[in-house]
């Protein structure tokens, strides 16, 4: 079955450096895929989106490629603040007909900013 | 403002107690679902709805109920016969149920004592 893989956690990193979070995933078709983002105590919040390959998503300073033939959707942000740490996950949505709009989510990646 | 509410936020239960978990919407969205979080996990599905008066199992439903008699909500029960009930319990929903992005509530935390 589909199934979606992120890199463990937690990642520390200081204010204004770096990030990029791993996800691979496995499915069938042409699934969509999407970031969400976790606050502590909160719901998830969609942080960004792509449904096609080489299809770029981007949202406040993060972005994320479809890429088919790595079968990835790494997240990337080019200088993190302490106000971005949160809990992230990567999720896809099956594609296809009588597509039931389930999401698949990876375990989510715990970033910690520090100043 | 619309989205998605859940209520309550905290709920404690004995075991061998049924408890009801509230979600509501105001987004006019067609499908709704509830995920299970545990910790250091990803979400799991529990139940789905795509119309009023329909819903369908989840990957994970056994001990768990819904009803979909409204368009705007999408109660869920969990039952005595839930073995590992204390987990956090996010609800969504969306336009439709095959290519709209799903909104999230703020989640209620389950406890059982």
């Known amino acids: 079955g589909d199934s979606v893989t992120q890199m463990e956690g937690p990642v520390t990193l200081s204010e204004e450096a770096f990030l990029t979070i791993n996800c691979t995933y496995t499915?069938?078709?042409?699934?969509?895929l999407f970031w969400y983002v976790q606050y502590p105590g909160e719901g998830l919040q969609l942080l960004l989106k792509?449904?096609?390959?080489?299809d770029k998503g981007s949202n406040k300073g993060f972005e994320a490629t479809y890429r088919k033939e790595t079968t990835s959707f790494h997240l990337e942000k080019g200088s993190v603040q302490v106000s971005d740490s949160a809990v992230y996950f990567c999720?896809?949505?099956?594609?296809?007909?009588?597509?039931?709009?389930?999401?698949?989510f990876g375990q989510g990646t715990t970033l910690q900013v520090k100043p | 403002d619309g989205g998605i509410t859940q209520s309550p936020k905290y709920l404690f239960r004995k075991e061998g107690q049924n408890v009801t978990l509230s979600c509501e919407q105001n987004?006019?969205?067609?499908?709704m679902y509830w995920y299970r979080q545990d910790p250091g996990q990803g979400l799991r599905l529990i139940y789905y709805?795509?119309?009023?008066?329909?819903?369908q199992k989840g990957d994970i439903a056994e001990g768990y109920s819904v009803s979909r008699e409204k368009k705007e909500s999408f109660p869920l029960t969990v039952t005595s016969a839930q073995k590992n009930p204390t987990a956090f319990y996010l609800c969504?929903?969306?336009?439709?149920?095959?290519?709209?992005?799903?909104?999230f509530g703020p989640g209620t935390r389950l406890t059982v004592l």
């Open positions: 709805s795509q119309i009023v008066n329909d819903f």
């Open positions: 987004l006019n969205h067609d499908a």
């Open positions: 792509a449904t096609k390959a080489d």
């Open positions: 999720a896809l949505r099956g594609g296809g007909s009588g597509n039931t709009g389930k999401l698949i």
């Open positions: 969504a929903s969306s336009i439709t149920s095959g290519r709209n992005e799903q909104f």
């Open positions: 499915a069938t078709g042409y699934p969509s």
